[in-house]
């Protein structure tokens, strides 16, 4: 199961809004709806920030926001902060009942 | 507050095995279907294991099929994972992840370390 496809790096300066993209095939991210976003910081284990597309875990800010068509999912994040410098993983349930990663995206403010 | 700590990673020659445990608290372990989740020094996460609540269903990353072997205790409220002929690339944080029923993990212990090195 190869992983899914992210941008290595993407930057934006305090208050803008960046997307970070997520590719795969018609076996994972477009066949279900089963798409996943986690932030990781240094050292720390990733924290869940959106699942089933765009649906939040109730601790997790809503200036993040998520999308998806055909086998690309998005993840954008509104109203840079500061804190959101982190790494970026989006992940994806396939046909063979399978997770799959993506390579991450390193985000700097 | 849901808490998952893991416990017996370390340093093992390659060909070696090593068992994992991830002690749950804080939920209805018995409630909940469970994975293992690896990430290798530097580099991004790569799923590697599924549980169903009642170990009727097991799934394994192609990486580590035939040589690993995730089981559970409900009664123990763990979670465990049998590592065998390991390799050096098997090298990486192994995290305890709570499933929600869509493919999501919304709780993630803090990690243990295993090494594969001569």
């Known amino acids: 199961q190869s992983a899914l496809t992210q941008p290595a790096s993407v930057s934006g300066s305090p208050g803008q809004s960046i997307t970070i993209s997520c590719t795969g095939t018609?076996?994972?991210?477009?066949?279900?709806?089963?798409v996943s976003w986690y932030q990781q910081h240094p050292d720390k284990a990733p924290k869940l920030i959106l699942y089933n597309v765009n649906n939040w875990p109730s601790e997790f800010s809503h200036r993040f926001s998520g999308s998806k068509s055909g086998n690309t999912a998005s993840l954008t994040i509104s109203g840079l902060q500061a804190e959101d410098e982190a790494d970026y993983y989006c992940?994806?349930?396939?046909?063979?009942?399978?997770?799959?990663f993506g390579g991450g995206t390193k985000v700097t403010v | 507050e849901v808490r998952l700590v893991e416990s017996g990673g370390g340093l093992v020659q390659p060909g070696g095995s090593l068992k994992l445990s991830c002690a749950a608290s804080g939920f209805p372990f018995s409630s909940y279907d469970m994975n293992w989740v690896r990430q290798a020094p530097g580099k991004g996460l790569e799923w590697v294991a599924f549980i169903t609540v009642s170990s009727n269903i097991i799934y394994y990353g192609d990486s580590v099929k035939g040589r690993f072997t995730v089981s559970r205790d409900n009664a123990r409220n763990s979670l465990y994972l049998q590592m065998n002929s390991l390799r050096v690339d098997d090298t990486a944080v192994y995290y305890c992840?709570?499933?929600?029923?869509?493919?999501?993990?919304?709780?993630w212990g803090q990690g243990t370390l295993v090494a594969v090195s001569s």
């Open positions: 992940s994806s349930f396939t046909s063979r009942r399978t997770w799959v």
């Open positions: 992840v709570r499933d929600l029923p869509v493919a999501a993990a919304d709780h």
């Open positions: 018609s076996g994972d991210v477009g066949a279900y709806d089963y």
